[in-house]
């Protein structure tokens, strides 16, 4: 790569490297520099993809409810009710449950009991999407629709979200097995939050008299409240973009309905199940509109998690 | 951390101290369950995926190709084979990339820009894997048809990112007492990467390829559109669309026919095992690792 300087006496000398320092930086700089044109690469590409499409419809897209092939009408409103509902409701279920779970791991369980809960739940999030939704689909499902759904239908049914005949597939398996899938990734950014907190500080909450509860609610958690935050925006991201589980499990329901118990679908779920059978260049276009929307969620997601992260590093290093 | 016993006046029984101590308790609690549902959950799945997959498994499961429609006795020997092809073309792309990547982060950038890379990468890592499916799709497939290359490329970007950043974050441990060695010694900064830190950090960098293996290896979004439409023969043309087994999982589990959703079972079973297997050797690798390095602390 590099010129050979000229050969010095030292026989360890000779038996440098074929490429010296230049070549090195060189290399691994490209190597950099190429990630970020691949963003941007990707970018450019997908909206390329999307642009029959966004220069027929515009940002009226985002709320025209047509999804129609035949007529060549089409529109996300429902596909973002639908990926707006299904991750909201998994991102309410699973940040308690998985910011329980960091405490847990962090602060209460047993020493030996740690690393290897740790493990296994870090495990759940091993377990491939597809896997996850055909659990969704031939287990879950079925089982909502027999035993579940019924009874929220009795309980609760003069709310439109639970009116409507049970169904083994819909909104509600999918906001599930959402679930699921972002437990495992905020409980694990939780733990390290947690075990982030100096310990000078929990001793003294503890030393004050708090319980271990009070300690954890008013210093811990405070301490490490915009994290918590960056770890539930990067659950609400992964739920948003997760495509083969839910168009797996929620139906690829056509219609809008507001009931949970419903086949619905999300901008995801409907660009894995249409892509591969559609029918015309503006519907390719229009469904990599979808991606185009996805995309953008996925970015302003990831970006707010990481500069809030940003700001917590720079005040912890201001404190040290 | 060490409060197994209450502070004292936490003992006294009085309404307040005891009203605290129960919220206390019923928070512990659960924290706890919510642990527990965690791990119930992953039990469930994983117990789900044995009952109804091992009974499909066969040798022929393993040794030959899908049965042509309506006969049983397939396999999915030409799903394996394509996923195991696909795989390592990923690996042999984003490996490289990924370690260049961060022995630019940990030896070469500038700080700022160091930051504006890691920015970057977790973007990539956060983009979801169908939109990866799109681009490549455009990209490679537009033109040229699918194939398993285009597959592998998509595989390729979805592991880039994990790579990278699991190897930057290994090479940060390498202590700088080795690297200031290695300068002092004469050795250019090449050679202290090549010879001292790369090989330091060698565990860490295999870990890091083993996790990504096992994510890439059970995906279907970068490989739906890429490499789907594939024939029912065990085939290693990487210039033709492969099967491989997420595809086949996902084909099978919408089928309305009790024998192909009973080959999806298997077909999860034979992906789990490999994801879990790898997923637990990556984690006690990379803990040896860690543990070695801090040792020449």
């Known amino acids: 790569m590099i010129a050979e300087t000229p050969a010095p006496a030292s026989t360890f000398r000779r038996r440098r490297p074929r490429f010296g320092d230049a070549g090195l930086r060189v290399l691994a700089g490209v190597a950099a520099i190429g990630s970020l044109l691949l963003v941007a690469l990707l970018t450019y590409k997908v909206v390329d993809e999307a642009w029959p499409s966004i220069a027929q419809f515009g940002l009226s897209f985002l709320w025209s409810e047509d999804w129609n092939a035949v007529t060549g009408e089409f529109g996300a409103r429902d596909l973002i009710w639908g990926t707006a509902f299904s991750s909201l409701v998994a991102v309410a279920i699973a940040a308690p449950v998985a910011i329980a779970i960091g405490l847990f791991l962090s602060e209460l369980a047993p020493r030996r009991l740690r690393a290897p809960v740790g493990a296994l739940v870090e495990l759940l999030a091993a377990i491939p999407s597809v896997v996850l939704g055909l659990w969704g689909i031939i287990v879950l499902g079925p089982f909502l629709q027999q035993h579940i759904e019924p009874r929220l239908g009795d309980w609760l049914g003069f709310i439109p979200l639970f009116s409507g005949s049970p169904s083994n597939v819909g909104l509600l398996p999918a906001a599930i097995v959402l679930t699921i899938m972002i437990i495992p990734i905020v409980a694990s950014i939780s733990r390290e939050l947690f075990l982030s907190v100096p310990g000078d500080l929990k001793q003294g909450s503890l030393a004050l008299g708090s319980t271990r509860w009070e300690m954890v609610r008013n210093v811990a958690i405070p301490q490490v409240s915009a994290g918590l935050v960056a770890a539930v925006i990067l659950g609400l991201a992964r739920a948003l973009g997760e495509a083969i589980a839910v168009s797996q499990v929620i139906g690829g329901g056509l219609n809008f309905s507001a009931s949970v118990f419903q086949p619905a679908d999300t901008l995801a779920g409907r660009i894995a199940s249409q892509y591969q059978g559609s029918t015309s260049n503006l519907q390719t276009a229009s469904l990599a509109y979808l991606a185009v929307i996805l995309l953008a969620m996925s970015l302003i997601a990831n970006i707010t998690a990481q500069l809030i992260v940003r700001r917590i590093r720079q005040r912890m290093g201001g404190a040290h | ?297």
């Open chain 2, 1 to 297: 951390m060490s409060a197994a016993t209450p502070p004292l006046h936490l003992r006294s029984s009085t309404g307040r101290a005891r009203r605290r101590r129960l919220v206390g308790r019923g928070m512990e609690l659960l924290a706890t369950l919510a642990s527990v549902l965690a791990v119930a959950l992953l039990a469930i799945v994983v117990a789900s995926v044995i009952k109804e997959g091992a009974p499909a498994l066969s040798w022929d499961f393993f040794t030959k190709a899908p049965a042509p429609f309506g006969q049983t006795n397939g396999g999915i020997a030409n799903s394996i084979v394509g996923t195991a092809l696909m795989t390592a073309m990923a690996t042999a792309m984003a490996l490289p990339a990924g370690v260049l990547i961060a022995i630019y982060n940990v030896e070469f950038a500038p700080p700022r820009v160091a930051e504006m890379v890691r920015l970057v990468l977790n973007v990539l890592a956060g983009v979801p894997t169908i939109v990866i499916g799109i681009f490549v799709y455009g990209l490679l497939v537009v033109g040229s048809g699918q194939s398993a290359a285009a597959a592998s490329v998509a595989l390729a970007i979805l592991m880039l990112p994990l790579i990278a950043r699991a190897t930057e974050e290994v090479l940060a441990l390498v202590p700088a007492s080795l690297r200031e060695a290695g300068l002092a010694l004469g050795g250019t900064r090449a050679r202290t990467v090549v010879r001292i830190i790369l090989p330091t950090a060698v565990g860490g960098i295999v870990t890091s390829a083993i996790v990504a293996v096992a994510r890439a290896a059970g995906e279907t979004a970068p490989v739906l559109f890429t490499s789907s439409i594939v024939a029912n023969l065990v085939s290693t043309d990487v210039h033709s669309a492969l099967g491989s087994i997420p595809l086949s999982i996902y084909v099978n589990s919408e089928s309305p026919s009790v024998h192909d959703q009973q080959q999806a079972w298997a077909a999860a079973l034979v992906l789990l095992v490999f994801v879990l297997v790898l997923s637990i050797g990556g984690r006690l690798l990379s803990l040896r690792t860690r543990r070695q390095i801090e040792r020449m602390r």
